[in-house]
């Protein structure tokens, strides 16, 4: 090896320990989330003359300091091109990129990381699905079962298929709490239904899905389950094995890592008997004008060069998560949730939307008279960052009778001052809109 890489990977290894101290530092005690909220730089300055309350974690979370300065020593040190080259950097870069791979399959519990294929986010996951498992396996007269509370890119690429192949969209109903009816869900499934495409958690409800049942009585027809689960690995332990899930998909930029990088995890029987998604370099084994033989998994399924620097940021990103301690996390973003219960609903006008008895740490909403729009203006001027709108999740907003929302939704650095901020900020618009 020569001396002047020899020097940067020592460097490199020194950083990862560095990385590693730091993680298992966090993990021994109680994590103290006041000393975490410091991790997060985005954080720690001000919007509009005010210090900035960020309540937007379930459209994207902040990065931890650790992963910024992951995907930067990347780019400084180790960038490369991987899977090509026999040189140096491109080795190292290789190696960091498929290391991120088995913290994926270690994080989630999959089997094997052939099974883990890096996408660019949950929309690309499902979309792969559609196409490849649909194309081949879904036919005229078959059946789709989904949910009303899903996010668009859980809708959309089923409706392309189904207009591709004269199949039908079956959607289950839900409560006015916005719980999924069980009992309508094992009356949609039937001989014809072949696929099952359901989110873990609602990103504007919060409502947490009973997955491993909804798998179980899919599988008593042989129909394989894709889970979305975009809203729920930052938030608690997710095992695909335990769940017997045979698709599931999130994306990075919500679990403290980067944007354009995501997971398709498949059970690998079913990967192998899927169509390539896109064509390209990487994919495959042999190349002629007369025939292509595709590579082995996960490879089939990523085409061209990948988004190298946000595969490894995932991967720190993961490292992060799990040093804090999902268990942890969960208790934390339950007490600010069970706090903002309590801080908003009391709120004469406020009308929540979502009140599942298991919810992840979102709060939607809505004011008596004041368009959610007017609500989000208010609110970024007095510094809290909201999102409003339809969430990407139109048929809900119709099941719900509402033009739209405000959503609050936390992260692991929120803390119930942000909520106390937020109520009373909801109290200004009031002020305002008379
Ligand atoms: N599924 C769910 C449940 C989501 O919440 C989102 C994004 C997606 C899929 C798509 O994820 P992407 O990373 O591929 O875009 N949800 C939101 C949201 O609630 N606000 O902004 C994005």
New binding site residues.
């Given amino acids: 090896m020569p001396l002047r890489f020899f020097s940067k990977l020592q460097s490199i290894k020194q950083i990862q320990m560095e990385s590693e101290i730091l993680t298992s530092e966090i993990k021994t005690s109680a994590p103290d989330f006041s000393k975490i909220r410091e991790n997060f730089p985005t954080l720690h300055q001000t919007v509009k003359g005010r210090q900035l309350v960020y309540l937007d974690s379930?459209?994207t979370t902040h990065k931890p300091v650790q992963v910024i300065e992951k995907i930067d020593h990347y780019y400084r040190l180790q960038n490369s091109n991987i899977h090509r080259g026999v040189h140096y950097l491109s080795q190292l870069a290789t190696e960091e990129y498929e290391n991120a791979r088995i913290k994926v399959k270690n994080f989630i519990n999959a089997s094997s990381e052939k099974e883990i294929v890096f996408v660019k986010?949950?929309?690309?996951g499902v979309n792969l699905v559609a196409s490849s498992y649909g194309n081949r396996f879904i036919n005229e007269g078959d059946e789709i079962i989904i949910t009303h509370m899903e996010?668009h890119?859980?809708i959309v690429p089923w409706q392309l298929l189904c207009e591709r192949k004269g199949a039908v969209l079956r959607v289950i109903p839900i409560n006015d709490r916005g719980e999924l009816i069980m009992e309508e869900y094992k009356k949609l499934l039937n001989e014809k239904t072949k696929m099952v495409a359901v989110?873990h958690a609602?990103?504007t409800l919060g409502t947490e899905n009973p997955v491993k049942e909804i798998i179980e009585e899919a599988h008593k027809y042989n129909v394989p389950v894709l889970i979305?689960g975009?809203?729920a690995v930052q938030h608690f332990e997710v095992d695909v094995r335990a769940l017997d899930a045979d698709f599931y998909t999130f994306?990075g930029?919500?679990l403290y890592g980067p944007t354009g990088i995501?997971v398709l995890y498949g059970k690998k029987e079913l990967l192998e008997k899927m169509p390539p998604y896109q064509g390209g370099g990487d994919m495959i084994s042999y190349v002629s004008f007369e025939r292509t033989t595709y590579n082995e998994l996960p490879y089939k399924f990523e085409a061209g060069t990948p988004h190298i620097a946000g595969g490894i940021g995932l991967g720190y990103a993961i490292d992060y998560v799990k040093g804090v301690g999902l268990q942890a996390i969960k208790q934390h973003e339950a007490a600010l949730l069970d706090y903002a219960n309590k801080k908003l609903l009391g709120i004469p006008g406020l009308t929540p939307i979502g009140t599942a008895e298991k919810k992840s740490s979102v709060f939607s909403f809505v004011l008596e008279n004041i368009h959610p729009h007017d609500i989000g203006t208010i609110l970024d001027v007095e510094g809290v960052a909201v999102?409003t709108g339809h969430?990407?999740t139109q048929p809900l907003m119709r099941r719900f009778d509402v033009p739209a929302v405000a959503r609050a939704s936390f992260g692991m650095y929120n803390n119930t001052d942000d909520i106390d901020a937020l109520a009373e900020a909801i109290l200004k618009v009031f002020k305002v809109f008379g």
């Fill in positions: 379930a459209a986010g949950t929309t690309e996010h890119s859980n989110v609602s990103n979305d975009a809203q994306s930029h919500k995501g999102r969430l990407c």
